[in-house]
């Protein structure tokens, strides 16, 4: 998933809301690939070295996703905490 805005004042709810959902795919995504590399690395298909690369890489994909994802709930919550109190 490319990076998203921090600032989502100037989006919709649904809009947000479909944000979210890409996040949400993109963190399965992630977890999916994560699965593959081990599953790569257990059969000796690719050397320790470029594990540990690929491994860290994906790392910070994932904090990114996380990163995100706490952003956009915040803003969620936020809004709809908003609108139950108008």
């Known amino acids: 998933m490319p990076e998203s805005p921090d600032d989502f004042s100037e989006r919709s709810l649904d809009e947000v ?11 399965k995504r ?20 470029e594990y ?9 994909d994932a904090a990114e996703c996380k990163r995100q ?4 709930v915040n803003e969620i919550r936020c809004r709809r905490d908003s609108h139950a109190s108008s």
Request: net charge positive.
């Open 17 to 27: 809301l479909r944000i979210e959902a890409e996040n949400r795919a993109w963190n």
């Open 30 to 49: 992630l977890r999916q690939e994560n699965t593959a590399l081990v599953d790569s690395r257990l059969a000796k298909h690719i050397s320790q070295e």
């Open 52 to 60: 540990t690369a690929r491994r860290q890489s994906a790392n910070e």
């Open 69 to 72: 994802r706490s952003i956009l």
